[in-house]
């Protein structure tokens, strides 16, 4: 159900951040930061606006959530991502320290599930597949439209 300071709320603005990433020709991953009940940091992939393969939404909104609070640990927060973290953000969230990982679809391919949950820090909690459907669908319209296949 999608009520405020619900898991499906958060991802649902998870998903607006990813919605622009698409629109903007990124691979359409969003993410929040939410702390206290309250979004802290929003941001969606910008590798290539930026031309840097680290600028993804996870390590945006870490930097952003670290900046608001001004704090490089977020034990209070829980990130919210459409995407299942890849290796190198599954490892920034335990730096950061997150209380918990929110995600919508699994990522079979560059997943950090695949290699071990043990990247993460041991104290963040894991919950999945929140509005895995509509996160994994934008994905796959995403690829379908770079390949240039009917969507």
């Known amino acids: 159900m999608l009520t405020v300071h619900s898991d499906e709320h958060y991802m649902n ?5 990813a919605k622009l990433a698409y629109d903007l020709g990124e691979i359409p991953v969003g993410a929040v930061v939410v702390c206290e009940n309250k979004i802290i940091a929003r941001a969606h992939n910008d590798v290539e606006r930026l031309n840097d393969v680290t600028a993804h939404a996870e390590i945006l909104a870490i930097t952003a959530a670290e900046n608001h609070l001004g704090a490089k640990y977020l034990t209070q927060c829980r990130l919210f991502v459409t995407l299942e973290p890849c290796v190198m953000c599954a490892g920034a969230t335990a730096w950061a320290q997150l209380e918990g990982i929110v995600y919508g679809a699994s990522d079979p391919k560059r997943g950090f599930a695949r290699i ?10 894991v919950k999945t ?3 895995a ?3 994994a669908a934008l994905v796959t319209s995403f690829f379908s439209k770079l390949r240039g296949e009917q969507s």
């Open 133 to 135: 459907e509509e996160c």
């Open 13 to 17: 603005e998870a998903l607006k951040q």
């Open 116 to 125: 071990s949950e043990q990247i993460l820090h041991p104290k963040t909690t």
């Open 129 to 131: 597949g929140v509005r």
